[in-house]
T-cell receptor
Framework: DVKVTQSSRYLVKRTGEKVFLECVQDMDHENMFWYRQDPGLGLRLIYFSYDVKMKEKGDIPEGYSVSREKKERFSLILESASTNQTSMYLC????????????FGPGTRLTVL | SQQGEEDPQALSIQEGENATMNCSYKTSINNLQWYRQNSGRGLVHLILIRSNEREKHSGRLRVTLDTSKKSSSLLITASRAADTASYFCATDAGYGGSQGNLIFGKGTKLSVKP
């Protein structure tokens, strides 16, 4: 069974704090993704990575950065958290094929006060 | 950038009834996928249909794809209370497809009453 784990299910942080969200997958997938999900807006892609040390901006990268030092791990960093970054964050991974499915982690609900 | 749009936004049915959800998209695709999300959890892949396929079945799920109308439908037959969830369609980005990017719609919230 493919497993994608995220470091926290719930997280509460203060405005201005640096926040790290970690994602680990155990299927040797090339691709990894970070999304945020907000009511009425669906899933929006923040960043993705198709290889170690590679990263590409998604639709809403502002205020975020990522790190992929190892194939199985993809970290999302909020350099200075703001209240408008309160959201559900979902990590996913997939093989780098044309007909791929994405495997999702359970999500991290982040609240920034 | 939104690609797939599901319709309806919300659907409420009785157990045993069929549930149909629709998805429309704008640009050409390589494949279209459906995912399910239970409340507050991650998404789970249900089924993938390729652009050269018209219909696909998996258990109680039936997916159709009409590339001329740029639309797809997901039918859940004999629904159960456990099918209560949000359902999302997702299309590949249509470019750099080998990188596996998907664009998700906003979802249909299905409620199945026992």
């Amino acid at each position: 069974d493919v497993k994608v784990t995220q470091s926290s299910r719930y997280l509460v942080k203060r405005t201005g704090e640096k926040v790290f969200l970690e994602c680990v997958q155990d299927m040797d997938h090339e691709n990894m993704f970070w999304y945020r999900q907000d009511p009425g807006l669906g899933l929006r892609l923040i960043y993705f990575s198709y290889d170690v040390k590679m990263k590409e901006k998604g639709d809403i990268p502002e205020g975020y950065s990522v790190s992929r030092e190892k194939k199985e791990r993809f970290s999302l960093i909020l350099e200075s958290a703001s209240t408008n970054q309160t959201s559900m964050y979902l990590c996913a991974s997939s093989w780098r094929t044309e007909y791929n499915e994405q495997f999702f982690g359970p999500g991290t609900r982040l609240t920034v006060l | 950038s939104q690609q797939g749009e599901e319709d309806p936004q919300a659907l409420s049915i009785q157990e045993g009834e069929n549930a149909t959800m629709n998805c429309s998209y704008k640009t050409s695709i390589n494949n279209l996928q459906w995912y399910r999300q239970n409340s507050g959890r991650g998404l789970v892949h249900l089924i993938l249909i390729r652009s050269n396929e018209r219909e696909k079945h998996s258990g109680r799920l039936r997916v159709t794809l009409d590339t001329s109308k740029k639309s797809s439908s997901l039918l859940i037959t004999a629904s159960r209370a456990a099918d209560t969830a949000s359902y999302f369609c997702a299309t590949d980005a249509g470019y750099g497809g080998s990188q596996g990017n998907l664009i998700f719609g906003k979802g249909t919230k299905l409620s199945v009453k026992p």
